[in-house]
């Protein structure tokens, strides 16, 4: 069955960089269009990167343009979150998701 499974958040100083990654199972992630999307305390689900299936990337929010970078490793089936410039305003969960599937999600905390 379809399983998306993120890892790699943790705590990190404000300008600082991470990198989130989304393994999947149960399907191919380059015959799928993939979302990183992220939910903060209190507020509203935000989506934050798109990737399609061809490798076209979508225009990132405003939010986060220029600082975030969606990859996609096809060897292994894993899509990748780079998050450079780090603020605390960024922390959240943030999940990978297909469609109506998604995963358990992984914590960045940016805090000094």
């Known amino acids: 069955q379809v399983q998306l499974a993120e890892s790699g958040g943790g705590l990190v100083q404000p300008g600082g960089s991470l990198r989130v990654s989304c393994t999947a199972s149960g399907f191919t992630v380059s015959t799928y269009s993939m979302r990183w999307d992220r939910q903060a305390p209190g507020k509203e689900r935000e989506w934050v990167a798109a990737?399609?299936?061809?490798?076209?990337?979508?225009p990132y929010p405003d939010s986060v343009k220029g600082r975030f970078t969606i990859s996609r490793d096809n060897a292994k089936n894993t899509v990748y979150l780079q998050m450079n410039d780090l603020r605390p305003e960024d922390t959240a969960v943030y999940y990978c998701n297909r469609n109506t599937y998604w995963g358990q999600g992984t914590q960045v905390t940016v805090s000094s």
């Open positions: 990737i399609g299936a061809t490798g076209d990337v979508a």
